[in-house]
């Protein structure tokens, strides 16, 4: 997404570069190819659509052709108060959808709650709390008139630690993606607003992966089919299921073909694999083709202008779309699909009914301003009306936050501070950004606590709560030295705890910070700010330090996680708002640590695969080759048998926890191959005639915002374009190999939301009984990894996690009996001979794995004989 500070620098190099120059292409590597595939699949075959797809088809069938493309676009960049301003159709009652950003609040608008980002949810392992969260969420964006909500996100995965959008998403493993996205959307829709997974997919680097340019070629994501289905399609195939609303499709490319028109992406993977039933949008200004893009796929092109020089007035859709269907290009029947996909989405979220209007304007704090800032000359008005939609959320968000906090070490018990502890304090990321904690735009910089990333997925604060406001606020004694060099002016008395803050920052590409663009470019996997030298210079003259660290991913500790003084260590992730209180609670002992790694921590960044390192720029397109498959973050580590700091999943408590009693039960007997799918349920038919020009000519009285986009076309254009598509001499559309028009009846993995529904059979139920063994109140997290029999002819990783649970707050020697389950689905691997989900060894034995962390698995369960050792 854009801002509208980068759109003049991306506008100017647009404009001084000549495309034509340097056009050349380096190949996809060989074996890599993006298979055509058409036409794409209409929406409204599963039951759960039924009844919003046939009211959204009475509506269709009395669409003009012009009001149909108009639902399908934006009206132009910064031309509403929302990121994306879709036409409406209003004789019909249909309005402009709001669509805004993004994963941990809304965007640029004021009195919202800025909520921990998506890393920070991860580390809770807390189901209960992405839910709550994704409610809240829901209510804020409906109650700022949001139609669709630009989150979560699930890709990036986290495959590459330096990459800039990791913190959006919850972790480096597919199933933690899964469960945080799919909970997400569920608490989003549950109060009626769309949500919108994203980016689909292998969207793994900021730089070089954006929309096209020859700056920015548009990286391509060469991926095999089983590690795409195994890992980076997987929680868009449980969003799906969850019934998701909206997906956005990614600025990259997959196998060389740009996701935004990749017909194998969209119209199989997404809508007749994964069974999607709502609407695909361009990520914004993603799209760069208006045919093509049509037929492929994509429904709704976002802001929607064209790529290249956006804010002229120039669309690939809108207007363009009409002509390309009054000339026969674009089907009838795929713009009648596009515009019933949005509306079923619009009725089954119940927005048909009372739904508010945008009362907030993404593009200024003022009362007043422009209603079409992108416009040349632009009506003024209201356009802030200052809705408070808060309620209680800064609860949810607190709980997020200090759930979230992940001791990583903690020896002679540092930790919890008694209540009278003297503590000096170090670092800068300990108070707010002097400037003010809202003064950088899209919070792009790294100055004071950090509580999120940058770029569009950011927000707002309403107010930071600090560390040092968290000491202030229970008058510990404290003295803050707010800097990050050593103060000579520091020395220790007797009984002193230090506690240092440090902080890892990354972002969105349109921005750059210190030289990162986005990825950790410059700053590599380190603390930023010399926070190594401050905590070895903190650790040289006190014996007793804690570093707490604020950050997007993985930093590298092995300058000073051994040194005798440093005694604790805590991960608080990015907490958002509410950063002091949460703090407070876990380090004077309110609360205990409950949070664990959602990624690996290294010894070296060298431990990693080379081909997750950022690809550099090439002329043409950079190939980003994902030849690691299945082999990233832990399952990589496990095979390559390396020995991480910190392993994914750890996390310590004050207490201790003991896993007793466990059991396994068989549920549904397996098979090699699931059962059959279902047929796909009857869909919305439409008149399929090109309808007449008239349909789209610009209304005579008409008065226009000059560079706004409509769908209308001057009657001679129309005319024109209708001739050509009435004509079968005219020269036709040079259609992409394989073009069809036949509707198909799916792949053999697919049948429902999510796929084929047998994948979701639970295959066991497992529980265990947690026990709080030591003498402080704590809450334990139950984490569940599948190991593949021995012998089967897949090689797989060494073990994945499947399942988690999270306990409620155990006093000491209570106990909670958790219960997992793993489907029949995460006992398969993707074959992509037989293009299906395929039990490997049907009477084998597989590993069920319980524990505490990846490398604390104190229970073994297994499927043959039945039965649980501890
Ligand atoms: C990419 O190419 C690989 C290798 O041919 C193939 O298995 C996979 O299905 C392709 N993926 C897409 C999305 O085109
Ligand atoms: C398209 O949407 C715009 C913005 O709401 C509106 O002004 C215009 O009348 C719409 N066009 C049609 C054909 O309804
Ligand atoms: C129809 O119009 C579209 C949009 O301008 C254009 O791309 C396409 O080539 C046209 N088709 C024909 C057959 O002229
Ligand atoms: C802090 O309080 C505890 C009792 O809660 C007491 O034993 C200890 O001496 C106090 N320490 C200091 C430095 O005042
Ligand atoms: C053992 O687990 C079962 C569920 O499998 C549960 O019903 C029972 O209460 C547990 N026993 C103890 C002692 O916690
Ligand atoms: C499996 O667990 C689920 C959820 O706890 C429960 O509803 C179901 O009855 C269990 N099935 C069997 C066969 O134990
Ligand atoms: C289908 O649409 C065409 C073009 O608008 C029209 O001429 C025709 O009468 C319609 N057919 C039906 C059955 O309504
Ligand atoms: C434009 O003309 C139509 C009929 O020709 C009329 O119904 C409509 O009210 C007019 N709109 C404006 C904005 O004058
Ligand atoms: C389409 O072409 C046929 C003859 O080829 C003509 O009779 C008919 O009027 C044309 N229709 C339109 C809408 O131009
Ligand atoms: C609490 O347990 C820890 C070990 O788990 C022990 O060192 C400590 O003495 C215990 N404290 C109390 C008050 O029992």
Redesign the pocket.
């Known amino acids: 997404m854009y801002s509208l500070l980068s759109f003049c620098l991306i506008l100017c190099l647009s404009l001084s570069a000549s495309a034509a120059v340097i056009d050349r292409r380096i190949a996809v590597p060989s074996?890599?190819?993006?298979?055509p595939y058409y036409p794409t699949p209409h929406g409204g075959w599963t039951a759960d659509w039924s009844v919003s797809y046939h009211k959204a088809s009475l509506l269709v069938s009395q669409m003009t052709l012009a009001e149909k493309t108009n639902v399908t676009a934006g009206s132009g960049i910064f031309m509403g108060r929302c990121v994306g301003n879709t036409g409406s159709a209003l004789r019909l009652g249909i309005p402009q959808l709001c669509l805004q950003d993004g994963p941990l609040g809304i965007r640029n608008a004021d009195h919202n709650t800025a909520f921990p980002p998506g890393i920070t949810v991860g580390a809770t392992f807390d189901k209960d709390l992405m839910r709550a969260r994704g409610v809240a969420l829901g209510e804020e964006f409906r109650g700022k008139g949001i139609n669709v909500h630009l989150g979560p996100s699930v890709g990036p995965l986290g495959r590459k630690p330096r990459g800039g959008r990791n913190w959006e998403g919850f972790g480096a493993d597919p199933v933690l993606q899964a469960f945080g996205g799919s909970l997400t959307i569920e608490g989003v829709q549950s109060v009626g607003v769309i949500a919108t997974v994203k980016h689909l997919i292998a969207n793994e680097q900021e730089m070089y992966s954006r929309m096209k340019n020859i700056f920015q070629p548009e990286i391509s994501s060469?991926?095999?089919?089983r590690t795409?289905h195994e890992l980076y399609l997987w929680p868009f195939a449980e969003s799906v299921r969850s019934g998701v609303g909206a997906l956005m499709i990614s600025y990259n490319a997959?196998?060389g073909s740009a996701c935004s028109q990749?017909s194998?992406?969209m119209n199989n993977?997404l809508k007749d694999e994964l069974g999607f039933q709502g609407f695909v949008m361009s990520d914004w200004l993603a799209q760069i083709s208006g045919v093509a893009s049509a037929l492929a796929g994509l429904d709704m092109s976002m802001p929607g202008d064209i790529n290249e020089v956006p804010l002229i007035g120039s669309s690939y859709w809108m207007y363009e779309l009409s002509r390309s269907v009054l000339n026969g290009s674009v089907p009838v029947d795929r713009l009648n699909d596009m515009a019933t996909r949005i509306l079923a989405s619009w009725y089954q979220f119940g927005q048909d009914r009372n739904y508010p209007t945008p009362n907030f304007d993404t593009n200024t704090q003022d009362a007043s301003g422009p209603l079409y800032p992108g416009a040349l000359f632009s009506p003024s008005g209201v356009v802030n009306q200052f809705v408070d939609v808060r309620a209680t959320h800064a609860e949810i968000a607190r709980a997020v936050a200090r759930d979230a906090i992940t001791l990583l070490k903690n020896t002679i018990a540092t930790l919890p501070l008694a209540k009278n502890t003297t503590l000096k304090v170090f670092g800068t990321d300990a108070e707010k950004n002097p400037d003010g904690i809202n003064s950088c735009s899209d919070q792009g910089c790294n100055k004071g606590t950090l509580g999120m990333g940058w770029g569009s997925g950011s927000a707002r604060y309403p107010y930071l709560d600090s560390p040092i406001d968290g000491l202030k606020a229970r008058g510990a004694k404290y003295q803050f030295f707010n800097t990050d060099s050593f103060p000579s002016n520091s020395n220790p008395n007797p009984g002193d705890v230090a506690l240092v803050f440090i902080s890892a920052d990354s972002g969105e590409n349109y921005i750059t910070v210190d030289g990162n663009p986005g990825d950790r470019t410059n700053a590599g996997l380190n603390a930023w700010h010399n926070g190594d030298k401050l905590v070895q210079d903190v650790a040289a003259k006190y014996s007793n330090v804690i570093v707490v660290v604020h950050t997007v991913g993985p930093i590298l500790m092995e300058s000073w996680i051994d040194l005798p003084s440093v005694n604790a260590v805590l991960n608080a992730h990015l907490p958002g708002q509410e950063a002091g209180e949460a703090l407070m609670q876990v380090l004077f002992g309110e609360v205990s640590p409950s949070g664990h790694l959602p990624y690996t921590i290294p010894k070296s960044e060298a431990d990693y695969p080379d081909t997750v390192s950022l690809v550099g720029f090439e002329v043409g397109q950079p190939q980003d080759t994902f030849t690691e498959g299945l082999y990233i973050d832990y399952r990589h580590f496990n095979q390559q048998n390396i020995k991480p700091r910190f392993a994914f999943g750890h996390g310590l408590s004050y207490t201790t926890f003991s896993f007793s009693n466990a059991s396994i039960t068989a549920v549904t007997p397996l098979t090699s191959l699931p059962p059959t799918r279902p047929i796909k349920g009857p869909t919305p038919s439409y008149n399929t005639s090109i309808p007449p020009a008239s349909e789209a000519y610009w209304p005579d009285n008409f008065s226009r915002i000059w560079r706004y986009l409509y769908s209308w076309l001057d009657k001679n254009d129309a005319d024109v374009a209708a001739k050509i598509g009435n004509s079968s001499t005219s020269a036709k559309y040079p259609y992409p190999d394989g073009c069809s028009t036949d509707q198909k009846p799916g792949p053999v993995a697919g049948g429902a939301q999510g796929g084929n529904p047998a994948l979701f059979d639970v295959a066991y139920n497992l529980s265990i009984t947690v026990t709080n063994a030591g003498n402080i109140s704590g809450k334990a997290v139950s984490q569940l990894y599948v190991q593949f029999p021995v012998g089967i002819s897949f090689d797989t990783p060494i073990i994945q996690l499947r399942d988690f649970a999270k306990t409620i707050t155990l006093a000491p020697g209570q106990s909670q009996t958790l219960q997992m389950r793993v489907t029949r689905k995460d006992l398969s691997v993707w074959d992509?001979v037989q293009q299906n989900w395929i039990i490997p060894d049907v009477g084998g034995d597989y590993g069920i794995w319980i524990g505490e962390a990846s490398d604390s698995l104190s229970v073994r369960c297994g499927t043959s004989p039945l039965g649980c050792v501890m």
Do not use: E, K, T
């Open positions: 074996g890599y190819v993006a298979p060469n991926v095999d089919d795409l997959v196998n990749n194998y992406l993977l992509v």
